[in-house]
Each structure stands twice: as structure tokens, then as C-alpha cells.
């Protein structure tokens, strides 16, 4: 009797310990499969005015076929005039420049002069999230048609993609950081051409930058409302006048941004490597983003694109932050319409103060426009006919 009790308990926990086996293996299969589609790349869906699409790897061919191998999309004008790149997705965890390019690529026509969008700078970094950060994989925009899915990224190229990272970073501006930096593709700069993932992507874009004559260079940015250097437009000294007259066009606009001089002790940063390396003028610009903050409370789709969150309402009347916060947050609409009146009055600018530099275009988004309809109108759809 006891023999047969204790054979019925094995097999009790013989099924237990199968069960078990069997829903960890599913859990695993999800989630998964759940981190594999962050490396299906969202589609974008280019403007008639679109000239060429191609991949970083032109400028770096050993780039080609690794994770940071991201599009490049080229508008031309029939008239020679001058040549504008914008970066976006640099931080992937910073959704207002990744989304500010996609938004130019789908409506832009170029005249005169040559812009180059980068949207996902990084590449690599979209295929991941920041570990203990609990973040969406992704949030959702409204298009013109349906909605529109975007991955929310890591800050931090993938580790899966570069690996180890070293104890101390000395970049290849010499300036030593911490280990996970050597992932950042914004202390990477100028880059090496044989060098870990994201120095080889660093490298190629200052050779897009050097080969095709770029007179005026802008990496978009986020930054959490309590860090000091927020809603700025930090720029390369060669560029102070053009930041400067910029400035008071968008003031007048109702869009307040502070200047800030590139540290020329602060190097591996797009804003000081470009300038310092390349003959454009380089600019970067921030924009507050409460989902990118230590405050903020539970993250959420919700809080990605509407940037509500109560803490930083409390944190603000605390005086605590470095941006005016209230009950309405900072939504990703309002973001992107500050990158793109900022882009718009640089490109301007740039042809008052060097006329073989004037660039033209046409059907660009409307900043105000983005303020009041939000997303929908700039945005197409996959069942669009283009």
C-alpha cells in the first residue's frame, strides 16, 4: 500500500515538474518572439520627392549586412544649391527625432539643394530596450489611414550586436568614459572604420558628411525635464551665428530654446566631432521628454506620446525641473514640431548667410499645423496608394 502511495506521488510530481517544463518553454517562446519582431524595422513610406534610398554601408562597406546598417534617404532638387543632413534615432529611447524625420520623409520635396535623412541613427539600439527600465517595445500614432506602430528603443546600441563591454571606454576622441559608453553611438565620434559596431557607424557618417559636401549638419535629440541642458540648440562654435539668428525667428514663433556652445573639452558628441572633423556646421538639438526621465512614474505607451506624468507635475512645483511642466505634459506632437521649426529656420538661415548654400523645399510639415491636428495628416498608411 505504502509502494503504491509513493508511486502515485512520483507521478503527481512528475506532472507538476512537466507542467512546469511546459509553460516555462511557452513563456520563453513568447517573450521570444516578442523581442525577435524588434528587428523588423517599421515601414516608412517616402514622398514622391524621394531621390534615392540607400544604406549607411555606401560610405563604409564592411557596414553592410550588420545591425547598424540603417537607411539613408536622399532628397534632390533639379538646382544645385547646398546640403543638409538630418540624424535622428541616435537614441532610440528619444522618440521625437526618430519620429520628426519619418514625418519629413514621408512629405518632403526638395527644390534646390540636397537634404539627407538618417531616421534610426542607431539601428541597432531600436532592437532592444534598456534593461530594468520596463519600457513599451513600441507605442502607436495615428495615420492618415489606421495606426501606425514605432519601436521604442535602447539608448545603447545592442549588447547582443557588441559585446563585451570593456571596463573603461576610451573613445576615439581619446576621451576615457564608462564601459556601456562604448555603445553610445553619441560619444563614438569621429569613429574607426575597424572598430566595434558603433564606431563603425560613427565613421560612415562623417564620411557621408565629407563626401557629399555637407554645408549644415543636425542630430536630433531628447532629454529628461530635470536635466540641465533641455529644450537647447547646442552648437559647434563655427556655428554660433547661424544658432543665433535661428534663435529669434523661433522665439518669435512661440518656440523658446536656450543656446549652448559645444564644450570643446566634451568630446566623442556629434555637435563637437562633426564641427571639429568635417567642414559643416553642426548643430544638436533637445527637446523634454518625461519617458526619458528618472521621475517619471509607471512608463506607458500613453506616457511616450502624450508625456503626462504626475510626478513630474509635483516635481515641477518643486522647482525641480528645467522646463515649465503642468497637468497637460509635454506630448510627442509638441517635440516633434519644435525639431521641425528649428530644422526649418536653420535650413533658412544657412542660405541668408552663404547663398550658394540656400536650400528650397516644399510641402514641408507645418509645425503649427502638427500642434493643432496632431500626427494624422503627416503620417500615410500601408493601404495608401503612394
Request: charged fraction near 20%.
Amino acid at each position: 500500500m505504502k509502494l503504491t502511495s509513493e508511486k502515485q506521488m512520483n507521478k503527481f510530481h512528475l506532472g507538476i515538474s512537466l507542467g512546469l517544463l511546459l509553460l516555462v518553454g511557452l513563456i520563453c517562446f513568447l517573450t521570444g518572439r516578442s523581442f525577435l519582431s524588434l528587428h523588423q524595422e517599421e515601414p516608412i513610406f517616402p514622398s514622391a520627392g524621394l531621390t534615392r534610398q540607400f544604406r549607411l554601408s555606401h560610405y563604409l562597406p564592411n557596414l553592410s549586412h550588420t545591425p547598424g546598417d540603417t537607411r539613408v534617404y536622399l532628397f534632390e532638387g533639379q538646382e544645385k544649391g547646398g546640403n543638409i543632413l538630418i540624424l535622428g534615432g541616435t537614441h532610440p529611447n528619444e522618440p521625437a527625432g526618430f519620429i520628426a524625420t519619418v514625418v519629413l520623409i514621408e512629405n518632403l520635396k526638395v527644390k534646390k539643394g540636397r537634404i539627407f535623412l538618417i531616421p534610426q541613427a542607431n539601428l541597432s539600439g531600436f532592437t532592444h530596450n534598456d534593461p530594468f527600465e520596463a519600457n513599451p517595445q513600441r507605442f502607436f500614432l495615428p495615420a492618415r489611414q489606421g495606426i501606425r506602430w514605432f519601436r521604442y528603443g535602447s539608448r545603447l546600441t545592442n549588447p547582443v550586436h557588441q559585446w563585451p563591454d570593456p571596463t573603461t571606454y576610451t573613445n576615439p576622441a581619446g576621451q576615457k568614459l564608462a564601459g556601456t559608453e562604448s555603445r553610445n553611438l553619441n560619444r563614438a565620434y569621429p569613429g574607426q572604420p575597424k572598430g566595434s559596431l558603433t564606431e563603425k557607424v560613427a565613421w560612415a557618417i562623417i564620411q557621408l558628411i565629407k563626401s557629399e559636401n555637407i554645408h549644415l549638419a543636425i542630430d536630433l535629440h531628447e532629454a529628461a525635464p530635470e536635466y540641465p541642458v533641455i529644450n537647447a540648440m547646442v552648437f559647434h562654435e563655427r556655428a554660433a551665428e547661424l544658432a543665433a539668428m535661428a534663435l529669434m525667428d523661433l522665439q518669435m514663433e512661440g518656440f523658446d530654446f536656450r543656446l549652448e556652445a559645444s564644450p570643446p573639452n566634451l568630446r566623442g558628441l556629434s555637435h563637437r566631432e562633426w564641427g571639429d572633423n568635417t567642414s559643416a556646421l553642426a548643430v544638436l538639438l533637445e527637446t523634454a521628454n518625461a519617458s526619458h526621465g528618472r521621475l517619471k512614474g509607471k512608463p506607458s505607451v500613453a506616457l511616450i506620446v502624450e508625456g503626462r506624468d504626475n510626478n513630474y507635475v509635483r516635481a515641477a512645483k518643486l522647482g525641480r525641473l528645467f522646463v515649465p511642466y503642468d497637468e497637460r505634459g509635454i506630448p510627442l506632437s509638441r517635440r516633434v514640431a519644435r525639431h521641425l521649426a528649428a530644422v526649418k529656420t536653420l535650413a533658412s538661415y544657412l542660405g541668408e548667410l552663404f547663398p550658394h548654400q540656400k536650400v528650397e523645399f516644399s510641402d514641408y510639415p507645418s509645425p503649427q499645423e502638427l500642434l493643432q491636428q496632431g500626427f494624422q495628416p503627416f503620417l500615410h498608411s500601408p493601404r495608401q496608394e503612394r
